[in-house]
Structure formats: structure tokens, C-alpha cells
């Protein structure tokens, strides 16, 4: 069984910083593409950052170049979000999500998400 658990979360000021974590199990990590989702409430989900399986390209929407940093560590099956100048409108729900191939059939796969609110 595949699960994905975001953690990192949580209530900072603008400016601040928070890094959030994606945690892999029941699947070939490394073969997997990562990304870093995120939602507001009555919006579909934004593409963040997203990575490749081996962490040599990265990808940033514009809303957040310069600021957030995605990488991952293969050996520990996880994922990260390094989240820096945070401003009010990155306020939203974080999901990871995993992309890739299973016996020729395309997979994805989500965690539950991680709240990340961005305020004074």
C-alpha cells in the first residue's frame, strides 16, 4: 500500500520560513517524479515544484522562484520543501504527490496534505 505523509506545517509570519517534508513508503521511490502541490479553498490545486526521480531537474511555478527549494533524498524515501519569504497568499493546503510508471500503467499518488498559514 502506497502512502505519502506530508509533515512541516503550520502558522508563521511573513518572511518567515518552513520546510516541509513528504514522506514515501509501499512504492520504488526513486523511480517516482515528486511534486509539491497546493489549494486554497474554491481553487483547484497549483502546481508548486516538482522534481525528478533522481533530483537532477527541478521545475518552480513563478509565484514562488527565488523562494522555495524542492530536493529529495532518495535513501530515506522522502521528500522536501524548503519554504523561505513567505508572504500571506503562499497560505494554502501542501500536498505531495508521486508520478510514475507501474507495469507499463501510469501512477499517481497523493498525501493527505499539510496546512501551511502565513500570517501576522
Known amino acids: 500500500q502506497v502512502q505519502l505523509v506530508e509533515s512541516g506545517g503550520g502558522l508563521v509570519q511573513p518572511g518567515g520560513s518552513l520546510r516541509l517534508s513528504c514522506a514515501a513508503s509501499?512504492?520504488?521511490?526513486?523511480?517516482?517524479?515528486m511534486n509539491w502541490y497546493r489549494q486554497v479553498p474554491g481553487k483547484g490545486r497549483e502546481l508548486v515544484a516538482d522534481i525528478s526521480s533522481a533530483g537532477s531537474t527541478t521545475n518552480y511555478a513563478d509565484s514562488v522562484k527565488g523562494r522555495f527549494t524542492i530536493s529529495r533524498d532518495n535513501a530515506k524515501n522522502t521528500m522536501y520543501l524548503q519554504m523561505n519569504s513567505l508572504k500571506p497568499e503562499d497560505t494554502a493546503v501542501y500536498y505531495c504527490?508521486?508520478?510514475?510508471?507501474?507495469?507499463?500503467?501510469?501512477?499517481?499518488?497523493w498525501g493527505q496534505g499539510t496546512q501551511v498559514t502565513v500570517s501576522s
Open positions: 509501499g512504492l520504488t521511490f526513486s523511480s517516482y517524479a
Open positions: 504527490s508521486a508520478v510514475g510508471w507501474e507495469r507499463f500503467t501510469p501512477r499517481r499518488y
